[in-house]
């Protein structure tokens, strides 16, 4: 941690704060193995190895008839006619091999047999007894896939660090492997302060709000794969906050709450972290989520996310989410994004990064048309409903202009 961070008269720009994270933090957990049906977003641990070649043999990419390319006789309509000399369906295989004139009929998957190397797809064929007349321009290896098309034996076709999604756990399948080891899942404790603060579903005075964020942060990290423990909404009491995050800190790998991190003020979080551990209070230059606190209980980290709802939400996505990442082991801590064309005008003061929330529409060329949501307040939780993701106005822009392309960052992506 840099303490200079506390005092820095400038903001941190969100790239050097992920930069940070990258440069401080490594997983924290060990590993443990897992049958495929539950390694759906889990964070690999080893190398997997193909011991096979897949496919295992030349096999055929159609349903039609299989052969030695230029050979058979050729007919006035620009066929050549084969004899047919076997079938061979899909997980059988063609005792012997094809003399030259000779063809099997064959299915999508089944072995290409010995002395065929080229595949005539059954639309473009005619049938004509014990015959079949297949094209003649057809090239020699049409319609194969050959031995090792999509791995070879020995080759590393899944890396530690890769978070498993469904195609992941399918090739592990396809090498034959019925478990994995990954990295075990990582454990935070989220909590809440703040007398104002109530929980949803019990009565409240009218000077008091339920506790959305916790809601909000909870559902999100359940969204990355790691354990939450909730310890709910704490007394505002500098004693009970000490003894709980004392106490978390010891059952946890990540400690998260929002709010009361700006710089400079007193609050009972900050106080307790820093007498149990260290914090470092950073000034981002992004709208909404200026606020942020990272720090340490012990040995075990720690983040303070700003307490407006949008702004822990947002800053959860960009800050929170690839800390996470990195504390569970994953390679990449990428923020997902795609270019859009933008539907609405918007102005600004270079300095501060923006990220506007914004819903996407088709455009009349057919390209996605992203259309800004009308209030920027952080407070507006409503505005994250009803948008599909965040447009990234960089720094140095003064404003987007309808027709621009710009980064959009979309929900889809980031909530996973």
């Known amino acids: 941690m840099d303490d200079r961070t506390a005092h820095a008269p400038t903001a941190l720009s969100l790239d050097e704060a992920v930069a940070r994270i990258d440069g401080s933090f490594g997983a924290v957990t060990g590993t443990e193995e897992v049958p495929l049906r539950a390694a759906l977003g889990r964070v690999l641990a080893e190398d997997v190895v193909a011991p096979l070649n897949v496919p295992p043999a030349d096999v055929s990419a159609m349903d039609g008839w299989a052969y030695g390319a230029g050979t058979g006789a050729e007919t006035a309509d620009g066929m050549r006619r084969l004899s047919v000399v076997g079938r061979v369906p899909a997980g059988s295989s063609f005792d012997g091999a094809l003399k030259p004139g000779e063809a099997v009929r064959i299915f999508t998957g089944a072995p290409v047999p010995a002395g065929a190397d080229t595949v005539a797809m059954q639309e473009d064929c005619r049938a004509e007894g014990g015959a079949v007349l297949v094209p003649v321009a057809l090239k020699q290896a049409a319609n194969v896939r050959p031995m090792g098309e999509d791995m070879t034996a020995g080759s590393v076709v899944l890396h530690p660090g890769q978070r498993l999604r469904a195609q992941e756990i399918g090739l592990a399948a396809a090498v034959g492997r019925a478990a994995l080891t990954v990295r075990k899942r ?16 019990q009565p409240k005075p009218s000077h008091a709000i339920y506790d959305a964020n ?19 909404i704490l007394p505002d009491h500098p004693d009970a906050t000490r003894a709980a995050l004392a106490e978390a800190a010891g059952t946890a790998d990540l400690l998260v709450t929002s709010g009361g991190v700006s710089v400079g003020e007193e609050d009972h979080v900050k106080a307790a972290v820093n007498a149990l551990g260290s914090i470092d209070l950073w000034t981002l230059a992004i709208k909404p989520g200026k606020p942020l606190a990272l720090g340490r209980v012990g040995t075990t980290p720690f983040l303070g996310l700003p307490g407006n709802p949008v702004s822990a939400m947002v800053t959860f996505l960009l800050v929170g989410r690839p800390l996470v990442l990195r504390l569970s082991g994953a390679a990449s801590t990428a923020t997902p994004r795609s270019l859009v064309v933008a539907g609405f005008s918007f102005d600004k003061k270079p300095g501060r990064r923006e990220f506007l929330r914004a819903r996407l529409e088709r455009g009349e060329d057919g390209r996605p048309l992203a259309i800004k949501f009308p209030s920027d307040s952080s407070g507006v939780l409503t505005s994250m409903v009803e948008s599909d993701g965040l447009v990234d106005v960089p720094a140095e822009s003064r404003g987007v202009r309808p027709g621009d392309l710009v980064d959009f960052l979309p929900f889809t992506g980031l909530f996973a």
């Open 186 to 201: 990582l454990r935070v404790v989220l909590f809440s302060t703040g007398d104002e603060l109530r929980e949803p579903g």
């Open 214 to 232: 916790r809601y909000t942060l909870a559902a999100q990290l359940d969204a990355l794969g790691v354990e939450v423990r909730d310890l709910g």
